[in-house]
């Protein structure tokens, strides 16, 4: 990064900051590369901050830029920009931020190897295991080399795309940097029962590659596995002379600082004297740095580039941050230090005195169902440290404390397999625990009352990825005092936007979360989880009684649980609650008050006030004869048409009393409705699978029909979408939807939580290699579970965030039926799908039904044509009086008063 420094009127200074990138991309979070690695790429958006940050006047971003030699004598880097132009630019201040690059193995074969380091990386991965799959007609296996964070992370995220995935460690157990031995074997459990391949202690010796003379003798065909050469990837030799087969080997064994920058600039110096490359002393001291007058770069014992506290150079005007910058002989890849170095070098450059306090070495396993975290002084290295250690090796559970030796000041600790007390411990190093540290093992049951409703102190450090103390968020709560003539901030997305604390990786939420609710406690605002001013009582709570006293009737909830005639919030909710648990006609018995005007209509309102249709297609295939009756009633209508993003076809501009003669056509037809309109199932997307593409695993239309037979007309706490693609690439957008199923060569992967909408979600993997059975039973408890304890309007993205264990306490009710609800649920669901009748058909049968369907009560068999079609950009809109009586429209009928 270079920048211009120009001084204000008031004497402050202000930056033109151009900031020099290799990579084609906006700055992005490396922290979150197994999103992209598991994530479709067309959704997943890693860029740091908002991207109207890089239009900002005085920021210039040059992405595709590569920069070859800096000159600090002249104060210029030269960069070689995309189109192979050299480009010079002239600094006042130079940053250093390059970072370093994977690790290579110097073993033969190394060549055929991959890296886990960049987005291109992630996604040649993604698209290399597709591929293999497709070509070996088998779940490829990849070879992933190195224990570490990102070793691992890299299998799991191998896995999740449905190869066969193996860790090769030298290490004894992974994440030794961190672990110890015994969290170490814990670690090793965890893994094992997570389905990857360990083998621990012993270095890989060579990769194996096929000769290629017998891969060009053998038949071609997807067993051969063959790539464009000639040879393939076979597996990994290892030095104990065991062979791991693999078809794909990824090397994660750790970092390289980037500094060859440095490197070439020491050597261009070696050459001249030292006045020539570098400032004269006169100039030096006119600059306020008459020591550094000589100074030039140092590189530190294990590369990099040596900086101060201050994390300035040995060069003038030339500061480094993050993994190019080595601090007491240290270079580390973890993003709190480097975004602390940031901060450190913008305060100097505006004439502060901050300075680096050293590495904040924390860590923690974004892994779903590996729970891994480690701070502090892990291994007791601090002279007479103390260690309260609980183990349960059989549980994969590992917990450890560090103390001084009287027991009272925290120095660290490890976490594996239950790793709930880490974020409450890790601001509180250095400081004196606030309750024995036996209390703070929860895996043991011994966790306190003392320790879990601790205070932390207001400097203490709760989000270190971006340094934001707890007294910070207690001043936006209270005051908001870091954002000035700002409303103080009484929700977890305020806070984030306010103090940017767990917009990085996001581990610290829940802290943030407990903050807030203690200091809105404090301020006397209750935290009620109250539905609305009428009823005290959260949904699920609502939900739990209704179902256990089988209550049928608005009016009796109201009686029992609540106060006042109902309002938008509750009456809707309550309607839903009733139509989720009876499956009955949702607008008989006094019902259909309860609706909001989409489900009173039986249609989705259009801004203009008429509706629109929305016929069922079940996994979105339909027969030419059924498209015809579209068609026609398109037609006879003058409704506009829309293919929907659900696969299905819109049509918009119906009237109220039309609607009901548009689906006596449609349901003649053999359709039905779509309950566009409702909470609840919209649509089952799917590719056409096995049916018709040569890469099908299994019959992704059958099963998306099978689902959507299933679950329409279920009643939720927000829409449903679900998605069933017919192999890993995904045509069907699966793991966008609330719950996606992916095809695979052994079953079905099922995938849950994924929303669209303003803040979008992946889908996670809940179980993986499901037969249909078992597929459609976990779906049923999946479903039913998140009917029963979900919020209002809450999507499964939400939910399942909000949840305490989040995805592994869905995983462990669903598939492990921990709470012994399995059989309730599923026979929840059996009683929906047995009970399920159209809306529309049943509307239709009933006179007193259609009613509701009447333009004017006392002219029942009146049209209301002051809303007619007018082709203006395919828009229907009221017409003007003209356009009626040009239209033959006439005079529009007019609702009479009945006699008092």
Same mark, same amino acid.
């Given at each position: 990064?270079?920048?211009?420094?120009?001084?204000?009127?008031?004497?402050?200074?202000?930056?033109?900051?151009?900031?020099?990138?290799?990579?084609?991309?906006?700055?992005?979070?490396?922290?979150?590369? *197994?999103?992209?690695?598991?994530?479709?790429?067309?959704?997943?958006?890693?860029?740091?901050?908002?991207?109207?940050?890089?239009?900002?006047?005085?920021? !210039?971003?040059?992405?595709?830029?590569?920069?070859?030699?800096?000159?600090?004598?002249?104060?210029?880097?030269?960069?070689?920009?995309?189109?192979?132009?050299?480009?010079?630019?002239?600094?006042?201040?130079?940053?250093?931020?390059?970072?370093?690059?994977?690790?290579?193995?110097?073993?033969?074969?190394?060549? #055929?190897?991959?890296?886990?380091?960049?987005?291109?990386?992630?996604?040649?991965?993604?698209?290399?295991?597709? %591929?293999?799959?497709?070509?070996?007609?088998?779940?490829?296996?990849?070879?992933?080399?190195?224990?570490?964070?990102?070793?691992?992370?890299?299998?799991?995220?191998?896995?999740?795309?449905?190869?066969?995935?193996?860790?090769?460690?030298?290490?004894?157990?992974?994440?030794?940097?961190?672990?110890?031995?015994?969290?170490?074997?814990?670690?090793?459990?965890?893994?094992?029962?997570?389905?990857?391949?360990?083998?621990?202690?012993?270095?890989? *010796?060579?990769?194996? =590659?096929?000769?290629?003379?017998?891969?060009?003798?053998?038949?071609?065909?997807?067993?051969?596995?063959? !790539?464009?050469?000639?040879? #393939?990837?076979?597996?990994?030799?290892?030095?104990?002379?065991?062979?791991?087969?693999?078809?794909? =080997?990824?090397?994660?064994?750790?970092?390289?600082?980037?500094?060859?920058?440095?490197?070439?600039?020491?050597?261009?110096?070696?050459?001249?004297?030292?006045?020539?490359?570098?400032?004269?002393?006169?100039?030096?001291?006119?600059?306020?740095?008459?020591?550094?007058?000589?100074?030039?770069?140092?590189?530190?014992?294990?590369?990099?580039?040596?900086?101060?506290?201050?994390?300035?150079?040995?060069?003038?005007?030339?500061?480094?941050?993050?993994?190019?910058?080595?601090?007491?002989?240290?270079?580390?890849?973890?993003?709190?230090?480097?975004?602390?170095?940031?901060?450190?070098?913008?305060? %100097?450059?505006?004439?502060?005195?901050?300075?680096?306090?050293?590495?904040?070495?924390?860590?923690?396993?974004?892994? *779903?169902?590996?729970? =891994?975290?480690?701070?502090?002084?892990?291994?007791?290295?601090?002279?007479?440290?103390?260690?309260?250690?609980?183990?349960?090796?059989?549980?994969?559970?590992?917990?450890?404390?560090?103390?001084?030796?009287?027991?009272?000041?925290?120095?660290?600790?490890?976490?594996?397999?239950?790793?709930?007390?880490?974020?409450?411990?890790?601001?509180?190093?250095?400081?004196?625990?606030?309750?024995?540290?036996?209390?703070?093992?929860?895996?043991?049951?011994?966790?306190?009352?003392?320790?879990?409703?601790?205070?932390?102190?207001?400097?203490?450090?709760?989000?270190?990825?971006?340094?934001?103390?707890?007294?910070?968020?207690?001043?936006?709560?209270?005051?908001?005092?870091?954002?000035?003539?700002?409303?103080?901030?009484?929700?977890?997305?305020?806070?984030?936007?306010?103090?940017?604390?767990?917009?990085?990786?996001?581990?610290?939420?829940?802290?943030?979360?407990?903050?807030?609710?203690?200091?809105?406690?404090?301020?006397?605002?209750?935290?009620?989880?109250?539905?609305?001013?009428?009823?005290?009582?959260? #949904?699920?709570?609502?939900?739990?009684?209704?179902?256990?006293?089988?209550?049928?009737?608005?009016?009796?909830?109201?009686?029992?649980?609540?106060?006042?005639?109902?309002?938008?919030?509750?009456?809707?909710?309550?309607?839903?609650?009733?139509?989720?648990?009876?499956?009955?006609?949702?607008?008989?018995?006094?019902?259909?008050?309860?609706?909001?005007?989409?489900?009173?209509?039986?249609?989705?309102?259009?801004?203009?006030? !008429?509706?629109?249709?929305?016929?069922?297609?079940?996994?979105?295939?339909?027969?030419?004869?059924?498209?015809?009756?579209?068609?026609?009633?398109?037609?006879?209508?003058?409704?506009?048409?829309?293919?929907?993003?659900?696969?299905?076809?819109?049509?918009?501009?119906? %009237?109220?009393?039309?609607?009901? $003669?548009?689906?006596?056509?449609?349901?003649?037809?053999?359709?039905?409705?779509?309950?566009?309109?409702?909470?609840?199932?919209?649509?089952?997307?799917?590719?056409?699978?096995?049916?018709?593409?040569?890469?099908?695993?299994? $019959?992704?239309?059958?099963?998306?029909?099978?689902?959507?037979?299933?679950?329409?007309?279920?009643?939720?706490?927000?829409?449903?979408?679900?998605?069933?693609?017919?192999?890993?690439?995904?045509?069907?957008?699966?793991?966008?939807?609330?719950?996606?199923?992916?095809?695979?060569?052994?079953?079905?992967?099922?995938?849950?939580?994924?929303?669209?909408?303003?803040?979008?979600?992946?889908?996670?993997?809940?179980?993986?290699?499901?037969? $249909?059975?078992?597929?459609?039973?976990?779906?049923?408890?999946?479903?039913?579970?998140?009917?029963?304890?979900?919020?209002?309007?809450?999507?499964?993205?939400?939910?399942?965030?909000?949840?305490?264990?989040?995805?592994?306490?869905?995983?462990?009710?669903?598939?492990?039926?921990?709470?012994?609800?399995?059989?309730?649920?599923?026979?929840?669901?059996?009683?929906?799908?047995?009970?399920?009748?159209?809306?529309?058909?049943?509307?239709?049968?009933?006179?007193?039904?259609?009613?509701?369907?009447?333009?004017?009560?006392?002219?029942?068999?009146?049209?209301?044509?002051?809303?007619?079609?007018?082709?203006?950009?395919?828009?229907?809109?009221?017409?003007?009086?003209?356009?009626?009586?040009?239209?033959?429209?006439?005079?529009?009928?007019?609702?009479?008063?009945?006699?008092?």
């Amino acid at each position: 990064m270079a920048a211009r420094g120009l001084d204000r009127l008031d004497g402050s200074r202000r930056f033109e900051v151009t900031v020099l990138t290799e990579e084609a991309h906006l700055p992005y979070d490396r922290v979150a590369l *197994s999103k992209a690695l598991t994530g479709d790429p067309s959704d997943v958006d890693l860029t740091l901050g908002a991207a109207s940050l890089w239009a900002t006047p005085g920021i !210039t971003l040059r992405t595709g830029s590569r920069v070859t030699a800096v000159d600090t004598a002249a104060r210029t880097v030269t960069a070689l920009g995309p189109d192979g132009t050299v480009h010079e630019h002239p600094y006042d201040e130079l940053v250093l931020a390059t970072g370093s690059s994977a690790a290579r193995l110097p073993i033969p074969g190394a060549d #055929r190897t991959h890296v886990y380091r960049t987005l291109e990386d992630v996604w040649f991965l993604r698209e290399e295991i597709a %591929r293999l799959t497709t070509r070996l007609g088998r779940a490829p296996r990849v070879a992933v080399v190195g224990g570490g964070l990102l070793g691992i992370e890299a299998a799991a995220g191998a896995q999740s795309l449905g190869a066969e995935a193996a860790i090769i460690d030298g290490s004894p157990w992974p994440m030794n940097r961190q672990l110890d031995e015994g969290a170490g074997q814990a670690l090793t459990r965890l893994i094992a029962a997570k389905g990857l391949a360990l083998h621990g202690g012993v270095f890989p *010796s060579e990769i194996l =590659v096929e000769d290629e003379r017998a891969a060009a003798t053998r038949p071609a065909g997807p067993e051969s596995g063959t !790539t464009d050469d000639g040879g #393939r990837v076979s597996g990994v030799l290892l030095a104990d002379g065991t062979v791991v087969a693999a078809d794909l =080997v990824v090397v994660a064994i750790g970092v390289r600082p980037r500094d060859e920058l440095i490197r070439s600039a020491l050597d261009a110096q070696s050459g001249l004297d030292g006045q020539s490359a570098l400032h004269t002393e006169e100039e030096s001291a006119a600059q306020g740095r008459p020591d550094q007058a000589q100074a030039t770069f140092e590189l530190g014992p294990r590369g990099g580039v040596v900086i101060d506290e201050a994390c300035a150079t040995g060069a003038p005007h030339v500061w480094a941050i993050g993994e190019v910058a080595s601090f007491g002989g240290m270079c580390l890849g973890l993003v709190a230090p480097a975004n602390t170095m940031a901060e450190i070098v913008a305060d %100097r450059l505006h004439g502060g005195d901050a300075a680096f306090p050293g590495f904040d070495t924390a860590t923690k396993l974004k892994l *779903s169902g590996v729970d =891994v975290a480690s701070f502090g002084d892990a291994f007791a290295a601090e002279p007479g440290a103390l260690e309260i250690v609980y183990a349960d090796p059989a549980r994969g559970v590992y917990q450890k404390i560090v103390t001084t030796d009287d027991a009272r000041t925290l120095l660290g600790g490890i976490f594996v397999g239950d790793a709930s007390p880490y974020m409450s411990l890790r601001p509180l190093i250095g400081r004196e625990l606030p309750a024995e540290p036996a209390a703070f093992l929860s895996a043991a049951g011994s966790e306190g009352s003392e320790a879990a409703q601790a205070e932390l102190p207001d400097d203490a450090i709760l989000c270190s990825c971006n340094n934001v103390a707890a007294g910070t968020l207690r001043d936006a709560v209270n005051s908001c005092g870091t954002c000035e003539g700002k409303e103080p901030v009484q929700d977890v997305a305020g806070l984030k936007s306010c103090t940017r604390a767990g917009t990085q990786c996001g581990s610290c939420v829940p802290m943030i979360k407990k903050l807030l609710e203690g200091e809105l406690a404090k301020s006397g605002v209750s935290v009620s989880k109250a539905l609305c001013e009428h009823i005290p009582l959260s #949904r699920q709570e609502l939900f739990d009684r209704i179902r256990v006293l089988g209550l049928t009737s608005f009016e009796d909830i109201m009686s029992r649980y609540g106060s006042g005639a109902g309002c938008d919030i509750c009456k809707p909710t309550i309607a839903s609650i009733l139509a989720s648990q009876h499956s009955a006609y949702v607008l008989d018995a006094g019902r259909g008050t309860l609706q909001d005007t989409n489900d009173r209509a039986l249609a989705n309102m259009q801004k203009d006030g !008429t509706y629109s249709v929305v016929p069922r297609i079940p996994g979105g295939e339909i027969t030419p004869e059924k498209l015809g009756v579209i068609a026609s009633v398109a037609q006879k209508y003058s409704l506009y048409t829309k293919i929907t993003g659900g696969q299905r076809i819109d049509m918009f501009g119906a %009237r109220l009393e039309q609607l009901p $003669d548009i689906w006596a056509e449609l349901i003649a037809a053999g359709m039905e409705s779509g309950q566009a309109y409702g909470k609840s199932l919209r649509t089952v997307k799917s590719c056409v699978g096995s049916t018709w593409c040569r890469y099908g695993q299994q $019959d992704s239309v059958g099963m998306a029909i099978q689902l959507e037979l299933r679950y329409r007309g279920l009643r939720s706490p927000h829409k449903l979408k679900l998605g069933v693609s017919g192999c890993a690439r995904e045509c069907a957008e699966a793991r966008g939807k609330d719950v996606g199923v992916i095809a695979t060569a052994d079953g079905w992967n099922l995938y849950v939580g994924g929303n669209g909408g303003a803040t979008p979600a992946h889908a996670q993997l809940l179980a993986k290699d499901l037969d $249909d059975e078992t597929l459609i039973r976990y779906i049923d408890r999946y479903f039913m579970y998140y009917i029963r304890t979900a919020d209002r309007l809450q999507r499964t993205a939400r939910w399942q965030e909000e949840l305490d264990g989040g995805l592994e306490h869905v995983r462990q009710v669903v598939v492990e039926d921990s709470l012994g609800i399995a059989a309730e649920l599923e026979a929840a669901m059996a009683s929906h799908v047995e009970h399920y009748e159209d809306e529309w058909a049943a509307t239709l049968k009933d006179p007193e039904r259609l009613r509701r369907f009447r333009t004017f009560v006392n002219a029942p068999d009146a049209a209301d044509d002051s809303i007619v079609h007018v082709p203006e950009r395919d828009q229907v809109r009221p017409a003007t009086t003209a356009e009626r009586v040009s239209l033959g429209a006439g005079i529009p009928l007019r609702p009479h008063l009945e006699e008092a």
